[in-house]
Structure formats: structure tokens, C-alpha cells
């Protein structure tokens, strides 16, 4: 009986001397969209969107001019020589699918950069919040989100949510 409570007085001051786990939880949401790297990387993307916009546009009227031009001179042929006019409407039509497939061709690029660079910043946050981790002694960092609660509740003193923001966006000014 002795032997018991020695053991289990022994067990209580091992239990006693272990650290407990420091955790702490974000909200990705509100880190990632109010980050200011994600802010400019947007913009940028939003500058070159439109550009592409306006030069599609113009590309767009400049060939709507030139079918109207090609249809009219089609229309005149057609009385004396149909294959020839024919010629004209499938050269037209032709350069019509050339200009979409190019203008998709960039779109696609241009959204394919975006992502890429999106992953970068979203690569550099978890980097950070793993260091920031580190630095401040915790064990856990949660993240959780609108779409993917991981966190269901979190006492207010762990949500760190507004600290690595701050630290995040100071250290992105650097």
C-alpha cells in the first residue's frame, strides 16, 4: 500500500513539472485578405487585367471594322465570282478563331501568374506563422476559416489573429 502511494505521489510531481502546451489560433481568412502583400499582388494583377481588357477591346473593334469591311466587299464579289467571296468569309472567320484562341491563350496566362504569385504569398504567411510560432514558444498554431472551421471556440487571448497581421505587414514593409 506504501509502494502505491509513493508511485502515485511520484506520478503527480512528474505531471506537475510538465510544461503545458501553448496554442495559439488565426484566422486564415482575415490573415491572408488583410495582408498587404496579397493587396499590391492584386492590384498589380488588376492593372495588367485591364490593360489585357482594353486591348482586347481594341483588337475586338479593330476586327468588327475589318468583317464589315471583308462582308461588304464578299457581298459585291458574290455576283460574279461566289468561290472567291466564299474565300473572303472563311479567311474572315478564320482570323476571328485565331484572335480568340490567342486572346484565351493570354488570359489564361495572365490568371496562371496571378495564382502563382497568390501561392507564393500564401506560402510566405505559413512561413512566417511557423517562425512567429517558434519565436514565441508555441507548441500549436491553428488556422481556421469561414469555409474550414478547425477552431470551433478559442478564448480571445489565443487568437492571434490581429498580432502575426501586424507582425506580418511590418515585416512585408521591410
Do not use: H, W
Not at 506504501?2 to 512528474?14: Q, T
Not at 500564401?122 to 506563422?129: L, R
Amino acid at each position: 500500500m506504501k509502494n502505491i502511494i509513493y508511485v502515485v505521489l511520484a506520478m503527480l510531481i512528474f505531471a506537475s513539472c510538465e510544461k503545458p502546451n501553448k496554442i495559439g489560433f488565426v484566422d486564415n481568412g482575415t490573415v491572408i485578405n488583410d495582408y498587404q502583400e496579397k493587396k499590391d499582388v492584386e492590384a498589380a494583377f488588376q492593372l495588367k487585367e485591364d490593360a489585357f481588357r482594353k486591348r482586347a477591346d481594341s483588337i475586338s473593334i479593330a476586327f468588327q471594322t475589318e468583317a464589315q469591311k471583308v462582308q461588304t466587299e464578299a457581298q459585291r464579289i458574290a455576283r460574279s465570282n461566289r468561290k472567291k467571296a466564299e474565300e473572303l468569309i472563311g479567311g474572315l472567320q478564320q482570323k476571328q478563331q485565331q484572335l480568340q484562341q490567342q486572346m484565351q491563350a493570354e488570359q489564361q496566362q495572365l490568371t496562371q501568374a496571378f495564382q502563382a504569385e497568390i501561392d507564393s504569398v500564401i506560402v510566405n504567411v505559413k512561413g512566417f506563422v511557423k517562425d512567429y510560432g517558434k519565436a514565441n514558444g508555441y507548441n500549436y498554431i491553428l488556422g481556421t476559416s469561414d469555409a474550414a472551421a478547425t477552431v470551433m471556440y478559442g478564448d480571445d487571448e489565443n487568437d492571434l489573429t490581429q498580432t502575426i497581421l501586424e507582425a506580418l505587414n511590418a515585416d512585408y514593409k521591410k
